[in-house]
T-cell receptor, first 115, second 112 residues
Framework: NAGVTQTPKFQVLKTGQSMTLQCAQDMNHNSMYWYRQDPGMGLRLIYYSASEGTTDKGEVPNGYNVSRLNKREFSLRLESAAPSQTSVYFC??????????????FGPGTRLTVL | QKEVEQDPGPLSVPEGAIVSLNCTYSNSAFQYFMWYRQYSRKGPELLMYTYSSGNKEDGRFTAQVDKSSKYISLFIRDSQPSDSATYLCAMSAGSNDYKLSFGAGTTVTVRA
């Protein structure tokens, strides 16, 4: 199993450009998440999808949109990138069953720089 | 004030020392407590998972939860250079709580 995969690994954008970050999981998990991680700020939730067909805002949703394409895939879109969106983005998924049902599994991250 | 507070460090210890990490929280509904380890330029991975109050031990790692004080700890015994990483605490409320609340993370360096 590959677990949670993310593409691309690195990206540099100019202000105003758009892009989509892709995430896929092969663990048959119901819930998926997008976080951003900035120095000293920990992980902040952008959007999440509790199950296929549903999405909800997290702590910092402004400037982002998401699509839960199917049970495996959850994408994050920046419509008009801003320098404040320079960050490391992590996708995660959650099993929702078993003793450790709240455990989230993380992907390797996407390092995004907006100039 | 943040829901979960964690001292970001950094913390530097000699090899073989005991590393002590902690988090405090304000939401009394939290029942599930986790510690994640994150190596540089990698995604976080679960290290310890505990439910409610008490201690849990796994090899050199011990997690403690004191719900009455809203305080959780992680101890690393006989620390190794391979333990050098950022450690994040995370917590959630009930089984239907889909979200985790994270601390800012503490960066630990174990010197050989």
């Amino acid at each position: 199993n590959a677990g949670v995969t993310q593409t691309p690994k690195f990206q540099v954008l100019k202000t105003g450009q758009s892009m989509t970050l892709q995430c896929a999981q092969d663990m048959n998990h119901n819930s998926m998440y997008w976080y951003r991680q900035d120095p000293g700020m920990g992980l902040r939730l952008i959007y999440y999808s509790a199950s296929e067909g549903t999405t909800d805002k997290g702590e910092v949703p402004n400037g982002y949109n998401v699509s839960r394409l199917n049970k495996r895939e959850f994408s994050l879109r920046l419509e008009s990138a801003a320098p404040s969106q320079t960050s490391v983005y992590f996708c995660a998924s959650r099993t929702g069953v078993g003793l450790a049902h709240n455990e989230q599994f993380f992907g390797p991250g996407t390092r995004l720089t907006v100039l | 004030q943040k829901e979960v507070e964690q001292d970001p460090g950094p913390l530097s210890v000699p090899e073989g020392a005991i590393v002590s990490l902690n988090c405090t929280y304000s939401n009394s509904a939290f029942q599930y407590f986790m510690w994640y380890r994150q190596y540089s330029r990698k995604g976080p991975e679960l290290l310890m998972y505990t439910y409610s109050s008490g201690n849990k031990e796994d090899g050199r790692f011990t997690a403690q939860v004191d719900k009455s004080s809203k305080y959780i700890s992680l101890f690393i015994r006989d620390s190794q250079p391979s333990d050098s990483a950022t450690y994040l605490c995370a917590m959630s409320a009930g089984s239907n709580d889909y979200k985790l609340s994270f601390g800012a993370g503490t960066t630990v360096t174990v010197r050989a």
